[in-house]
Nanobody, 114 residues
Framework: QVQLVESGGGLVQPGGSLRLSCVVS????????MGWYRQAPGKQRELVAR???????NYADSVKGRFTISRDNAKNTVYLQMNSLKPEDTAIYYC????????WGQGTQVTVSS
């Protein structure tokens, strides 16, 4: 059974940083693309960042230069380092494993507020 478990969300002031983690179990990890998505209240889920098995990355324009996605294949873990956070980054952040079929974590809340 494939499971994705996110952690690291929380409340942070504007300009602050958070690091999200997602641990994958029950699946080969290293060869698949992993992604972080987010969904704010009343909005559709949107792609934040993706990283391929080979380490290639792409980012939403709104987070370029502020967020960094990385992976540790030895730990079956993908990370999202978020710096210079803004109130508009407030959302539930979901981890995604793309095996042709998409697997999702339960989400972790990120709130950016003073």
């Amino acid at each position: 059974q494939v499971q994705l478990v996110e952690s690291g969300g929380g409340l942070v002031q504007p300009g602050g940083s958070l690091r999200l983690s997602c641990v994958v179990s029950g699946s080969i990890f290293s060869i698949y693309t992993m992604g972080w998505y987010r969904q704010a209240p009343g909005k559709q889920r949107e792609l934040v960042a993706r990283i391929t098995g080979g380490g290639g990355t792409n980012y939403a324009d709104s987070v370029k230069g502020r967020f960094t996605i990385s992976r540790d294949n030895a730990k079956n873990t993908v990370y999202l380092q978020m710096n210079s956070l803004k109130p508009e980054d407030t959302a539930i952040y979901y981890c995604n494993l793309d095996r042709g079929y998409n697997y999702w974590g339960q989400g972790t809340q990120v709130t950016v507020s003073s």
